[in-house]
C-alpha cells in the first residue's frame, strides 16, 4: 500500500475525539483502530503535543494490541504529528507507511510541515465555523427579542400596564407553565393576534 493519512480531530471540552478525513477509505480503517482501542501513537501525539513515531508495528511492544492490528492490516510504521487548533480543539495528522522504518528524520519533517499547513487551514476553518455560529445566535437572540417585546406591546394594549408589568407578566407564565420566556411569547402573540409566525428583518 502506497503512505496514507488520516486526520484525528480531539474536542477538549467534551473529551471527544474522532477520525474526520482520510487519504481513502483504507486510512480510516486504521486510523479508527487506534480510536477503537483507545491507545496509540495518535492519542499519546495529542496528550503531549509532540510527534509520535512507531518504527515497526512487527517489532513494537508498547501499543502491541494496536501493533498487532496495523501489521495485519499490511501497515509497518506509523507516525502522528499533532496539530494545535485553538483552546478548544486540537489536532493529529497520522501518516501510515507498508514498510517499517519509513519515517526518517527527513520524512519526518516533511510530515511536520505538510501537517502545519493542514493546521492552519482547519485552522482557519474552525474561525469560519465560530464566527457564523455566533452570527446565527445573535440572529436567534434578536428573533427572540423581538416575539418578546411584541408579547408586551400586545400584554400592555389589552391590560392597560407598563411594559416592566407585562414582561413581568411573561415571567410569571413562563415559571408556572415551566416554558421558556420565548416560547409563553409566541404562544401570547397567537392568542391574541391570532399570528403564528413573526419576521424579524436584518440588513445583508
Not at 480510516?28 to 508495528?57: F, K, M, N, S, Y
Not at 397567537?190 to 424579524?200: D, I, K, N, P, Y
Amino acid at each position: 500500500m502506497p503512505v496514507l493519512c488520516a486526520l484525528t480531530l480531539y474536542q477538549h471540552q467534551h473529551q471527544h475525539r474522532a477520525t474526520i478525513a482520510g487519504s481513502s477509505q483504507e486510512a480510516l480503517v486504521l486510523d479508527r483502530i487506534e480510536q477503537h482501542l483507545g491507545r496509540g501513537p495518535c492519542l499519546d501525539a495529542l496528550r503531549t503535543q509532540t510527534p509520535v513515531l512507531l518504527a515497526d508495528t512487527g517489532a513494537d511492544r508498547h501499543w502491541q494490541r494496536y501493533s498487532a492490528s496495523l501489521n495485519a492490516a499490511g501497515c509497518r510504521s506509523v507516525a502522528a504529528i499533532p496539530i494545535a487548533i485553538d483552546e478548544t480543539a486540537s489536532s493529529c495528522l497520522n501518516f501510515y507507511a507498508p514498510m517499517a522504518g519509513a519515517f526518517t528524520k527527513e520524512a519526518t519533517g516533511e510530515a511536520a510541515l505538510f501537517a502545519q499547513i493542514a493546521g492552519q487551514a482547519l485552522s482557519l476553518s474552525f474561525r469560519t465555523a465560530d464566527a457564523e455560529r455566533l452570527a446565527e445566535d445573535l440572529r436567534s437572540a434578536m428573533e427572540s427579542r423581538t416575539d418578546i417585546d411584541l408579547a408586551c406591546g400586545l400584554i400592555m394594549g389589552r391590560n392597560q400596564c407598563s411594559q416592566q408589568e407585562a414582561y413581568q407578566f411573561l415571567i410569571r407564565a413562563s415559571n408556572t407553565r415551566n416554558m421558556k420566556v420565548h416560547a409563553v411569547a409566541l404562544k401570547i402573540i397567537h392568542q391574541l393576534s391570532g399570528t403564528r409566525q413573526t419576521t424579524t428583518h436584518f440588513e445583508s
